[in-house]
């Protein structure tokens, strides 16, 4: 999910299909990670966290997967329903409490 | 209800003007955050505060000032040296002294030039 500008990248999923989020991370130091949604006209959701100790973490209806030996983030929503068309965001933390934002990739959820 | 005030929820600045923006958090969090975020892109950090009295400036600080007088509260002034201001504003806070948390966030100012 890298930003290119004014256009967010766009996946289309069909209602009751499987999602699959990809997020790029930059910073091999980087200890903790966070998946936002982002409605329009709203602050980021959290949805779920991940630390560097661990490749796989299970929510409900998402699972974050972990890979530090390429630096890519995954965000995986089971079962995709209208109301999961948003704009989704991944965020690693380094050095102290502040989070760097991926561009975000645009969801959305066809009937 | 405890979460993250911000207000207004839409504010527009006339040439020359500074305009503060407010944000309220009464979930006893440590630390308070402030980004911009511009049309199709990510959040980028103005300023942040690990702790009463303390803030450290974020990537694009320039233009903007901040401050943190009381544990709940960390109010953003748009100054007029930011030249362009026209942006969706987040505010958010994070329990800074437990390790790694997530922060939590606000739903935005949109400001606007007249």
């Known amino acids: 999910g890298e930003s290119v500008g004014l256009h967010l990248p766009t996946l289309s999923v069909q209602e009751g299909d499987n999602s699959i989020i990809n997020c790029a991370y930059s910073?091999?130091?980087?200890?903790?990670f966070i998946w936002y949604k982002q409605e329009s006209g709203k602050g980021p959701q959290f949805i779920i966290d991940?630390?560097?100790?661990?490749d796989k973490r299970q929510g409900q209806r998402v699972t974050v997967l972990l890979n530090k030996t390429v630096k890519h983030l995954s965000l995986q929503i089971a079962a995709t329903q209208p109301g999961d068309s948003a704009v989704y965001f991944c965020?690693?933390?380094?050095?102290?409490?502040?989070?760097?934002f991926g561009g975000g990739t645009r969801v959305l959820v066809k009937p | 209800d405890g979460g993250i005030t911000q207000s207004p929820k839409y504010l527009f600045r006339k040439e020359g003007q500074n305009v503060t923006l407010s944000c309220e958090q009464n979930?006893?969090?440590?630390?308070m955050y402030w980004y911009r975020q511009d049309p199709g892109q990510g959040l980028r950090l103005i300023y942040y505060?690990?702790?009463?009295?303390?803030?450290q400036k974020g990537d694009i600080a320039e233009g903007y000032s901040v401050s943190r007088e009381k544990k709940e509260s960390f109010p953003l002034t748009v100054t007029s040296a930011q030249k362009n201001p026209t942006a969706f504003y987040l505010c958010?806070?994070?329990?800074?002294?437990?390790?790694?948390?997530?922060?939590?966030f606000g739903d935005g100012t949109r400001l606007s030039i007249l």
């Open positions: 958010a806070s994070s329990m800074s002294k437990v390790g790694n948390q997530p922060q939590h």
């Open positions: 910073n091999s130091a980087s200890d903790y």
């Open positions: 991940i630390r560097s100790n661990m």
């Open positions: 965020a690693e933390k380094a050095a102290g409490n502040k989070l760097t």
């Open positions: 979930l006893n969090h440590d630390a």
């Open positions: 505060s690990q702790i009463v009295n303390d803030f």
